[in-house]
């Protein structure tokens, strides 16, 4: 059927409850953008999450909305953990796939003439691509020693500093995981991959800081005006996509065999009670994945430091990389919420989203408890990136969330075709964005015109009050897979 929101204000979209729904749906966009949003399956699908027992408060979808699998991309649900489920659809392939943010003491200026030996050195230092595999090679012992500690593991193996795990949302590590969850299938493959890039939207940026918006915030952040930054965008590779296609098969046996007490609008919603053992051993494999990709994007950082040290010929202190933060999304975490004025605790899908974390939040690092969570929102290639900092109204609408991207709009087949005849790292060239791709079907598929304009999904997000605008990024050089 065909879902017409109600408009609510300029930021908000109400779906009343109707049929089968449980709570209301709520869309954080414009009404520019909403009118693209109606034009695919993504609204139905914030009506479909609706339906799932145990929902709390809305089905919610942020500005970035589009299709994906079962879930949309972008949306956002909180269960109760009596009541409620957990959904590997509701957590997505590529768990724990986020952004790592590195500021530096370069400025664009003084680098200008070396950005291009900068990309080469960096694409041929980084692994990328489809089915990449990196220069380490794990045991299955050191896998299991990676898939419980996280980031923490890579500190260890002298990939960076524990100063690091300070600035990564949950130190890098989220507690529960259990390698004893994990299909043979799942450990295989990610023997080899940790220390990779991967393909698709995943990339590796070399920034200049575009525009302040709040000083105070960006000094909190070590942020100016012409500065270098470098943005890392990975998650937990072909391990993560394996364990959620493990547990979203056995789900689906569990549904043809009559398994569940209440009937799906999608088969793609397959989920399992949060009290039964199948979810306790999905979200313990699923916190092995988040724990891999943490350490992936530690490690990533560390060889970017030491490329790019080794290319511009400099010294650590005149480098000066430092992380800013890391922040994840696609996954689902159980975090303390009011509901109706009382704290509860809720399990917290968030899918193509991530968290936004007001100030003075007990989860923040001390460094950040009064400026509020940095929050990333990266671009994709020739667009900018944004920094902006939480705000309380993410906790008052969103339980905490934000968006995490611009969102596609053009599925990937459809930027192939409207890139037929166009040579894109050309045309990225000439907008002064140098680029190094694995393949050219990538750099198609991820043209800039394949995705919203991240300025008014920006804007959305700062006028509804669920994260401020700190700083913009303008990329200057990507690598890709």
């Known amino acids: ?22 709570v209301p749906g709520m869309v954080f966009s414009s009404e520019k953008m909403m009118q693209s949003i109606e034009k695919d399956q993504s609204l139905e699908q914030v009506r479909n999450v609706a339906t799932l027992p145990g929902i709390v408060g809305h089905s919610l979808a942020m500005p970035d909305i589009h299709w994906g699998y079962g879930f949309p991309i972008g949306g956002v649900a909180a ?51 489809v089915g990449s595999t990196g220069m380490l090679r794990l045991s299955k012992s050191k896998q299991r020693d990676v898939a419980v500690q996280g980031a923490a593991w890579a500190v260890k193996q002298g990939y960076g500093t524990a100063h690091d795990l300070e600035k990564t949302e949950d ?58 930054t470098i943005f890392i965008h990975t998650g937990s590779r072909g391990f993560g996509h394996q364990i959620c296609d493990d547990f979203l098969k056995e ?42 990709a943490w350490a992936n994007r530690q490690i990533l950082m560390h060889w970017t430091r030491e490329i790019l040290l080794q290319t511009l010929a400099t010294t650590p202190d005149a480098l000066g990389m430092s992380l800013l933060y890391d922040v994840c999304h696609n996954i689902a975490k159980t975090e303390s919420h009011t509901v ?4 509860v605790n809720l399990c ?25 969570q940095p929050v990333l ?27 995490h991207g611009a969102g596609r709009a053009l599925s990937r087949s459809q930027a192939i075709k409207k890139a037929q005849g166009r040579t894109i790292h050309r045309e990225m060239e000439d907008s002064g964005v140098f680029v190094q791709s694995r393949g050219k079907k990538t750099l198609k598929e991820e043209m800039p015109e394949a995705y919203k304009d991240i300025s008014q999904v920006v804007e959305v997000v700062h006028q509804a009050g669920l994260a401020r605008k700190v700083a913009r990024l303008k990329p200057l050089g990507v690598i890709k897979g």
């Not at 059927?1 to 449980?22: A, H, N, Q, V, Y």
């Not at 009290?275 to 999905?282: I, M």
């Not at 974390?357 to 007990?362: A, F, K, M, Q, S």
Request: glycine content about 12%; proline content about 7%; some cysteine.
């Open 1 to 22: 059927m065909t879902l017409k929101p109600k408009k609510i204000d300029s930021c908000r979209w109400l779906i009343p409850r109707s049929g089968d729904m449980r």
């Open 79 to 129: 269960f109760d953990p009596d009541e409620g489920i957990v959904s590997p659809g509701g957590v997505g392939y590529d768990i724990n796939c986020g952004c790592r943010l590195m500021t530096t003491g370069l400025k664009a200026a003084d680098i200008q003439p070396h950005i291009r030996d900068m990309v080469y050195a960096l694409f041929k230092g980084i692994p990328a691509g």
């Open 171 to 228: 130190r890098g590590v989220l507690p529960g995981a259990d390698p004893s969850a994990l299909s043979e299938r799942a450990v295989q493959r990610g023997l080899n991959q940790l220390g990779t890039l991967g393909s698709g939207n995943h990339f590796l940026e070399i920034q200049r800081v575009d525009k302040i918006y709040d000083r105070e915030k960006a000094s909190r952040f070590n942020l100016f005006e012409g500065q270098i």
């Open 251 to 292: 789900m689906h046996r569990k549904i043809a065999g009559g398994g569940q007490p209440f009937s799906l609008p999608d088969r793609q919603l397959a989920c399992a009670s949060l009290k039964s053992g199948l979810a306790r051993r999905y979200l313990a494999a699923m916190a092995c994945a988040a724990n891999y």
């Open 340 to 343: 109706d004025g009382k704290p």
């Open 348 to 372: 917290v899908h968030r899918k193509g989203a991530t968290r936004a974390l007001p100030p003075g939040h007990p989860l923040l690092p001390d460094i950040y408890r009064s400026t509020g």
């Open 377 to 403: 929102i990266p671009g994709d290639m020739g667009t900018f990136s944004y920094v902006l900092a939480g705000a309380e109204g993410a906790m008052e609408q969103s339980f905490g969330s934000c968006c």
